[in-house]
């Protein structure tokens, strides 16, 4: 059974830290890109980072500068670092494991974790 847990979000003051996890079991992590997602109220769900299987990272304009993610293929976590939080920052993160090119093998996605800002 294939799960993704995230773990870390709470609340926050403007300004300050978060370290988000996703520990995936049930899957080859090492092979996957994974990425992080979030969705505020009301909102659609977007994009926030990716880091492929060969540890590149691309991240959204609006968290670049800001935000890390990284993975530690031994423990089958990705992280995100999150610094200099805003309150438009507000959102559930999910984590996110892309199909494995070459792979028949479908996508997943993890419960969330809220993520509050406050000004």
């Known amino acids: 059974q294939v799960q993704l847990v995230e773990s870390g979000g709470g609340l926050v003051q403007a300004g300050g830290s978060l370290r988000l996890s996703c520990a995936a079991s049930?899957?080859?992590?090492?092979?996957?890109?994974m990425a992080w997602y979030r969705q505020a109220p009301g909102q659609q769900r977007e994009w926030v980072a990716t880091?492929?299987?060969?540890?590149?990272?691309n991240y959204a304009d609006s968290v670049k500068g800001r935000f890390t993610i990284s993975r530690d293929n031994a423990k089958n976590t990705v992280y995100l670092q999150m610094n200099s939080l805003k309150p438009e920052d507000t959102a559930v993160y999910y984590c996110?494991?892309?199909?494995?090119?070459?792979?028949?093998?479908?996508?997943?996605w993890g419960q969330g974790t809220q993520v509050t800002v406050s000004s």
């Open positions: 880091i492929t299987d060969g540890g590149t990272t």
């Open positions: 049930g899957i080859i992590f090492s092979i996957r890109t």
């Open positions: 996110y494991a892309v199909p494995p090119v070459g792979y028949r093998a479908r996508d997943y």
